[in-house]
């Protein structure tokens, strides 16, 4: 895989959820550029479609052979190895996991800056999956919805489509500008990762993708916004 590093092989012995495995080595591993929805942990509900996407990397991986490749940062805070995944072995075809959970509808994209490298095709999948409604994209959950058309519970790691009219003063330290969305109270929190976009973005259709709280959505990756044309007079 072009640009990244090798990292370790190993056996799949267990899948976690559908962005999430251990192997043989007793190593657990994260798959970069992608989230599944989320099991049920603690008192938290599972997502829906959670056991489909579990189910779904299970059928793609458990028992074979493997190979991690690392973006960038290679460990998370819980020790997790964070890789895009290949297949090795000759039990079945060989498979970019992260890319193939995203093709059949088994995940999301989520881009992180430390990691963001080979994540790009990632959103041409995505694409592809969500409008022949593979996996998830078939659920009413998972319907992009229209910035000016929010429900009124919305948090979480969520993607939403709006036009962008303006942009505000950062509110915090982690944001570097707030873009405003046409009628909606949602603002995109842009990091300086993505800065470039505070200027680009203005004017544009866009798809924005992050983590929402408070009415905020944390942008911090130019992958996160996607700018999808202005709007003609």
Known sequence: ???????EHGRVVRVIDGDALVLDTGQSVRLIGIEAPARPYKDREGQPYHEDAKRL????????????????LTRDRYDRALAHVRTTDALGPSLWLNAEMVRRGGARVRVYPDTALANAPLLELEE????????????????????????????????????VTGMEGAENAY?????????????????????????EAQGQDVRARGYVREVRMEISHPLDLELLGAVAD
């Open 1 to 7: 895989m072009q640009g990244l590093e090798p990292g």
């Open 57 to 72: 990397l299970e059928d793609m991986v458990l028992g074979r052979e493997v190979q991690l490749h690392y973006a960038g």
């Open 128 to 163: 592809g999956a969500r409008e022949a409604k593979e996996g998830l994209w078939r659920m009413r959950a998972y319907r992009i919805p229209a910035a000016d058309k929010l429900p009124d519970e919305f948090s979480g790691f969520q993607i939403v489509t709006g036009h």
């Open 175 to 199: 944001s570097v500008c707030d873009l405003v969305l046409e009628g909606s109270p949602l603002r995109l929190s842009l990091s300086k990762s993505a800065a470039s976009l505070c200027q």
